[in-house]
């Protein structure tokens, strides 16, 4: 695998379900994060992980929580949500830090649908 | 704060036609400027990139020059293909990446046609 991949692509669940997003990076970069894309809104960021510490939360409701076990893998646990949660959600990847410029490796994005 | 602002799409061209999308931005100090580009299904790839004043970033027969008297980074090519149709997303990230985060812009649908 290379690059940053994404599990699963495409998941539809109930409102009352508990599920869980996967991404893992190959890049060997220290900085990981969550973006909503939802239709005909800006990208929206959710969370950012530094070396594994959760360094943005942009008021994200209490039912999305972000998992970071090592700078490789990031989850994002799913529960009781509400259809207007339906979206793309995307993981990225960079190599924080001065001098960095912070590009940015986007997984596909996992397709949600909450019915 | 900082902010990227760019064209309202769609944008509808012709096969070979050449492309402009405007990107324009406000931030403090120097940032790094980007677009990406998003294919129908598919996350966001980097297409190009300037990192100071002046630097023109090209890759695919995409240009983008960094203007920092005008505060722009407007992407274009010079002979679209039906491939090119795709979201643009401008983004700029902070002097020196310190606090690791991308601004994106709405993004500009590109439709071209055969």
């Known amino acids: 695998e290379t690059g940053v991949t994404q599990t699963p692509r495409h998941l539809v669940m109930g409102m009352t379900n508990k599920k869980s997003l996967k991404c893992e990076q190959h890049?060997?970069?220290?900085?990981m994060y969550w973006y909503k894309q939802s239709a005909k809104k800006p990208l929206e960021l959710m969370f950012v992980?530094?070396?594994?510490?959760?360094?943005e939360n942009n008021s994200v409701p209490s039912r999305f929580s972000p998992e970071c076990p090592n700078s490789s893998h990031l989850f994002l646990h799913l529960h009781t949500l509400q259809p207007e949660d339906s979206a793309l959600y995307l993981c990225?990847?960079?190599?924080?830090?001065?001098?960095?410029?912070?590009?940015?490796?986007f997984g596909p994005g996992t397709r949600l649908t909450v019915l | 704060g900082d902010s990227v602002t760019q064209m309202e799409g769609p944008v509808t061209l012709s096969e070979e036609a050449f492309l402009t999308i405007n990107c324009t931005y406000t931030?403090?100090?120097?940032?790094?400027l980007f677009w990406y580009v998003q294919y129908p299904g598919e996350g966001l790839q980097l297409l190009l990139k300037?990192?100071?004043?002046?630097d023109k970033g090209s890759n695919k027969g995409f240009e983008a020059t960094y203007r920092k008297e005008t505060t722009s980074f407007h992407l274009e090519k010079g002979s679209v293909q039906v491939s090119d149709s795709a979201v643009y997303f401008c983004?700029?990230?902070?002097?020196?990446?310190?606090?690791?985060?991308?601004?994106f812009g709405t993004g500009t649908l590109l439709a071209v046609q055969p």
């Open positions: 990225a990847s960079s190599q924080s830090g001065r001098g960095s410029y912070n590009e940015q490796f």
């Open positions: 983004a700029l990230s902070d002097e020196g990446g310190a606090t690791n985060k991308l601004i």
């Open positions: 300037a990192t100071k004043a002046d």
């Open positions: 992980y530094n070396f594994k510490e959760q360094t």
């Open positions: 890049l060997g970069h220290n900085a």
């Open positions: 931030a403090t100090g120097y940032p790094s």
